[in-house]
């Protein structure tokens, strides 16, 4: 097991609960507060949002996606234009995907070798090819300082072997990653960090084994991916109770593409630090908007002559500003104001609910903290169960 | 000729040069400087636009539509909920329009009577009625500032029977708006104020005989209507010089729906005080972008990797946080941002433009200004050109 030295990448644990962390992960461009949740700027935006916007939320790292940005507008103009920082207007830290996971989502006629896979653009039908060495090249051009190994993303449910086939190949992969990362000449004057990312679908076995892979190899962080896609809740926690008792303790834990409030809160007391999800910024521009009190759809008509706040808690503009008759008639009149006050309150409410669960983690209070939160949502109101 | 005594809503003038004049209208809620901008507030939003960034272009006053806020979210509704002022989030002056243009329009099935006119809402379909009484109602409703006559705008080109006919129409309901503004019983206390609307087409002698009923019946200020219907901007013009001089000098008068930055240089040679257009909010979500050398459209490829600001002289978040190249990809991609950025942009170009021309006009060099602002213009770039 190898321990790359970076000396400005770092993580930094404040306290526990049960298996829960409060810490930061400190790097050049900022520190990171965890539990953290990674706002999506999919396409070096974060939907409906400017940059300030986000930060003010309380988002200390955005997380950008190498499959999007390669398509358009492409790596290397964006590395020509000074990196996708300075290209999006956001100085601090950015974790980026290594695109895995949208090749297997987004893209037409893919074709999985050892090498990498080929495939189509959703664009323009184009074809392209990413391989854990392109994938790392990429991410090295935007100038991410979180980059993700490339893996391979299979469907649930499926079969024990076909999902140990995936593994594997996902493992030698990450492999590759590693070394194209550790060939990146300015990774250790950045404080760049590479993250391997635990395959094996729900099989306890897999994901054992998976984590033990990657530790041979050896990682800043770890994720803990093919999950959120379409799993019921008690199978995703229950992968992560397979799972995150082999990682290392004293490195940040990622769990990809999650997800729900309530599945952010139990995730942490099962011991992740790192969150990204589209939750918040595709509900934003749907009319859905988070409360503690659960997910209020604002088409609905009951909206109309409510004068009251969205949320008389919260400190958004969309809260602070407006009534939600108004936040109901923009988003009935499909007023693109609609989408940037949603979408601004459920990021602010996304940052809440971190804050609450480091602050409760700090207090070692988590437990009690996460009943009562349950507590309090009013579960026919919930975002799952919205039009 | 009757002389309403307002209090508060007062027209200073500060400077003339040649006919063009700058001022200030004083208002219970605020100063408007003239020359005056007012951007478009349709559906109670400045469309991607948030209203204190609205506010930070420089705008002094909003504009709102009748016609839109009868249907949705309905006039009663907003002054339930406090007036469109609280509703929308904007404390400062608003104009209304009183629904004539958009009647024309936008709905269908239109029935013109002596009392108003019957018509089908473009939104579902269903049976309104607006007229001078409901109309100045409508606006009482919204809380509007500077609230319009209720007006017939026929379509140009037409005869002079035609057009005479819908003028001297236009000018009963004016009386009858006027009536009801009057009994307003709060509009003296509030400081609101009441504007004329000139019509008759293109021709001369129509528009004097319409300003001269107008003044008849005595406003606040005076507005020409009836124009930026797809007329060639030398008959605008020439409307203009029909029109103003036989307008108060010492009201506002207001070119309704106008315009293009090189249609407001030439008007407020002519006279006019303020105006109102969605050209800049428009623009601005189909990727064009004004400059003080014409207007670029940010789709040409040829922005993809151009590192420069849109406008080095311009301090909106456009052009001191972004590179064209950056716009261009959000352009291209369809983002929400770059609604956001160049709504932002155009509506503070239009704002420096109104500066730049109350100073050249307070310091008497208007004329030459206007002639450099001509030349510095690229003819091939104009946005009357773009795709």
């Known amino acids: 097991m190898t321990s790359p030295a970076m000396t400005n990448f770092r993580f930094e644990l404040l306290a526990r609960d049960g298996a829960a962390r409060t810490g930061i992960i400190h790097t050049p461009r900022g520190d990171v507060r965890t539990p953290a949740f990674m706002p999506v700027g999919t396409a070096a935006t974060v939907?409906?949002?400017?940059?300030?916007?986000?930060?003010?939320?309380?988002?200390?790292?955005?997380l950008g996606n190498t499959y999007h940005l390669m398509l358009r507008p492409g790596a290397e103009r964006i590395a020509h234009l000074g990196g996708l920082h300075k290209f999006m207007d956001w100085a601090r830290p950015i974790l980026t995907d290594s695109g895995g996971f949208q090749v297997m989502s987004l893209s037409?006629?893919?074709?999985?070798?050892?090498?990498?896979?080929?495939?189509?653009?959703?664009i323009d039908g184009h074809a392209e090819f990413l391989s854990p060495e392109r994938a790392m090249e990429i991410q090295r051009l935007l100038g991410s300082d979180i980059?993700?190994?490339?893996?391979?993303?299979?469907?649930?449910?499926?079969?024990?072997?076909?999902?140990?086939?995936?593994m594997t190949l996902s493992m030698r992969w990450a492999k590759r990653s590693r070394t194209a990362f550790d060939q990146q000449t300015d990774r250790e004057r950045l404080g760049r960090a590479c993250f391997g990312i635990v395959q094996g679908g729900t099989f306890a076995d897999l994901r054992r084994r998976s984590a033990e892979a990657l530790q041979e190899i050896g990682f800043e962080g770890y994720a803990v991916g093919?999950?959120?896609?379409?799993?019921?809740?008690?199978?995703?926690?229950?992968?992560?109770?397979?799972?995150?008792?082999h990682l290392p303790s004293d490195q940040p834990r990622y769990l990809m593409g999650v997800g729900k409030p309530d599945d952010i809160v139990g995730a942490v007391l099962r011991g992740i630090d790192m969150f990204d999800c589209v939750l918040p910024t595709r509900s934003g521009r749907n009319g859905q908007a988070f409360t503690f009190e659960g997910a209020l759809n604002?088409?609905?008509?009951?909206?109309?002559?409510?004068?009251?706040?969205?949320?008389?808690?919260?400190?958004?503009?969309?809260?602070?500003?407006?009534?939600?008759?108004?936040?109901?008639?923009?988003?009935k009149s499909g007023e693109i104001i609609a989408a940037m006050l949603l979408t601004w309150h459920n990021l602010t409410h996304y940052q809440r609910l971190m804050e609450k669960l480091r602050q409760a983690i700090a207090e070692s209070r988590l437990t009690q903290w996460a009943a009562a939160y349950r507590t309090a949502r009013q579960p026919a109101d919930n975002i799952s169960t919205l039009p």
């Open 47 to 62: 939907k409906a949002m400017l940059p300030q916007s986000v930060r003010e939320t309380g988002a200390d790292i955005l």
């Open 108 to 122: 037409a006629l893919r074709k999985i070798t050892e090498e990498g896979v080929k495939f189509q653009s959703h």
């Open 147 to 166: 980059q993700m190994v490339f893996d391979e993303c299979p469907a649930l449910p499926a079969t024990h072997a076909g999902i140990e086939k995936s």
């Open 226 to 245: 093919g999950l959120a896609v379409g799993e019921p809740q008690n199978a995703m926690f229950e992968t992560l109770e397979a799972t995150v008792p």
């Open 298 to 331: 604002l088409k609905n008509a009951r909206f109309a002559d409510d004068a009251a706040p969205l949320d008389a808690d919260c400190g958004c503009p969309a809260c602070r500003q407006f009534s939600r008759a108004y936040l109901h008639h923009v988003v």
